[in-house]
């Protein structure tokens, strides 16, 4: 089966620039997670999608950061305007339901904010 | 919040020995413990995990322990091979909460 999509690879963007990225979850996957892996640690959640609501954006620093999962199925994060601290990869994730189980990662989105 | 410890950070092993990685955890509700497996360039990828009804879990060279009185998991991994090489993480996971360890990166030297 097909894994988690995710586009672009690599980005570099200066401060204060906009970026989006773009996941497509493995087909029927119900929950879908963004991830941020800043270089050296593991990854932090930023944000989880049942179908098309929010679970849990707990840790996604909304003044900066938005994503969206429209239609439940593939979903996109924006950064705008990005800062420095930014620069991390960012990992689409996602499982057939919430609770514990495997959580499938795609192989991320590599952000340098210059 | 859950807060995940991971050590050690890194750790070198000659081709044929094992390695041992140890997490703990904070959370006693916690009741997921999966362990990845990250590649350079690569997503992380679930190479075992154990829930806490259990105490072990072998798969081939790989086994997990869970230790919930002491709130602390490991990961073993026997006759390490060269292709071993990669950062790992571990993970605890209650509700809808998942948290990471920093992650070990492990290196076998043929």
């Known amino acids: 089966e097909a894994g988690v999509a995710q586009s672009p690879r690599y980005k570099i963007i200066e401060k204060r620039q906009s970026v989006a990225f773009w996941c497509n979850p493995i087909?029927?996957?119900?929950?879908l997670y963004w991830y941020q892996q800043i270089l050296g640690q593991g990854p932090k959640l930023l944000i989880q999608?049942?179908?098309?609501?929010?679970?849990?954006d707990s840790q996604l620093p909304k003044d900066r950061f938005s994503a969206e999962r429209l239609k439940g199925v593939d979903s996109t994060l924006k950064i705008q305007p990005a800062k420095l601290e930014d620069s991390a990869v960012y990992l689409c994730?996602?499982?057939?339901?919430?609770?514990?189980?495997?959580?499938?990662f795609g192989e991320g989105s590599w952000l340098t904010v210059v | 919040g859950e807060n995940v410890e991971q050590h050690p950070s890194t750790l070198s092993v000659q081709e044929g020995d094992s390695a041992v990685i140890k997490c703990t955890y904070s959370?006693?509700?916690?009741?997921?413990f999966p362990w990845y497996k990250q590649e350079l360039g690569k997503g992380p990828q679930l190479i075992i995990d154990?829930?806490?009804?259990?105490g072990e879990k072998k798969d081939q060279r790989i086994a997990v322990t869970l230790n919930k009185t002491a709130k602390h998991f490991s990961l073993h991994i026997t006759e390490t091979q060269p292709e071993d090489s990669a950062v790992y993480f571990c993970?605890?996971?209650?509700?809808?909460?998942?948290?990471f360890g920093a992650g070990t990166r492990l290196t076998v030297k043929p």
């Open positions: 994730a996602s499982s057939p339901g919430p609770g514990p189980g495997t959580i499938y």
């Open positions: 087909s029927g996957h119900a929950t």
């Open positions: 999608f049942q179908n098309n609501g929010v679970v849990d």
């Open positions: 959370d006693s509700a916690s009741n997921y």
């Open positions: 154990i829930r806490s009804n259990v």
């Open positions: 993970a605890a996971f209650r509700g809808n909460d998942m948290r």
